[in-house]
């Protein structure tokens, strides 16, 4: 990372997909899947789905923020799932699955807040949103497989 790029970290279900949409993003540089938010040092994917490490699928966004602000990440984030269900996307259920925002600054903090809070209050979701908003701690990589994982097989988008 240097002065020109920033890093921001979404949670949002399955991090194909995620990843998936923040690549068509102009000014988003390069993503990567990985594990953030729990309690295991270098977890695998088999760790992680077990559900006990307490680790969420997060997709680490290197962008430009000359081309691409944080709120319009935010908005691709609030757009991409659904942050109303609980450790839960489509078929998808488990605490790697939530929906959450780890913020890297306290400008990313607030603007994250600020953010869901404006559309609970426009009830743009037929539900409360429970998306957690969490400092950033370690990031993990996921491994080799996962990344760019739909974009490999001529994918767009996952099932949700």
């Avoid at 609980?86 to 605490?95: I, S, Y």
């Avoid at 979701?125 to 990344?147: C, L, S």
Wanted: hydrophobic share 35%.
């Amino acid at each position: 990372m240097t002065d020109k790029t920033d890093i921001a970290y979404f949670a949002a279900g399955c991090f194909w997909g995620v990843e998936a949409a923040f690549r068509q993003v102009q000014g988003v540089l390069s993503t990567a899947v990985g594990y953030q938010g729990g309690d295991t040092l270098n977890p695998t994917y088999q760790d992680v789905c077990t559900g006990q490490t307490n680790h969420a699928e997060v997709v680490a966004v290197t962008f430009d923020p000359s081309v691409v602000g944080y709120g319009q990440l935010l908005s691709v984030f609030w757009q991409n799932h659904n942050p109303t269900t609980l450790n839960r996307q489509g078929p998808d259920v488990g605490t790697q699955y939530r929906s959450a925002i780890f913020y890297r600054t306290d400008e990313q903090k607030e603007l994250a807040e600020s953010s869901k809070q404006a559309l609970d209050e426009a009830k743009i979701f037929p539900n409360p949103i429970v998306t957690e908003i969490t400092k950033a701690g370690d990031f993990f990589m996921a491994e080799d497989y996962h990344q760019q994982y739909l974009e490999k097989r001529g994918l767009a988008t996952c099932h949700i």
